[in-house]
Nanobody
Framework: QVHLVESGGGWVQPGDSLRLSCVVS????????WCWFRQTPREDREFVAAIRRSGGHTYYEDSVKGRFTISRDNAKSSVYLQMNNLKPDDTAVYFC??????????????????WGQGTQVTVSP
């Protein structure tokens, strides 16, 4: 069974950086696409970034392009989200997920079978 555990969230000020980590067990990273979603109490889960299982191609939601970077370390069985220049609108619970979506559905949460429990990120003065 695939199990994901996120960490690294916290409270930061606007302009600060955080790195989220997602440790994966029960699978090798090469078996699935990996991604990050985020959710606030008022919104549905929103796609943030993903890294493809084949070739490691990455893609991002428009509002985080140039600020966030998704990466993976196969040896550590971990997926990361480096978040720079954080803004108050980035405040949310961040979830790591894995699955085998086709490209046309890769930004939808239903395309991913495996999820972590989430880690809270709060950006506030």
């Amino acid at each position: 069974q695939v199990h994901l555990v996120e960490s690294g969230g916290g409270w930061v000020q606007p302009g600060d950086s955080l790195r989220l980590s997602c440790v994966v067990s029960g699978s090798t990273l090469r078996d699935y696409d990996w991604c990050w979603f985020r959710q606030t109490p008022r919104e549905d889960r929103e796609f943030v970034a993903a890294i493809r299982r084949s070739g490691g191609h990455t893609y991002y939601e428009d509002s985080v392009k140039g600020r966030f970077t998704i990466s993976r370390d196969n040896a550590k069985s971990s997926v990361y989200l480096q978040m720079n220049n954080l803004k108050p609108d980035d405040t949310a619970v961040y979830f790591c997920a894995g699955g085998t979506p086709i490209l046309s559905t890769a930004r939808t949460s239903s395309a991913y079978a495996y999820w972590g429990q989430g880690t809270q990120v709060t950006v506030s003065p």
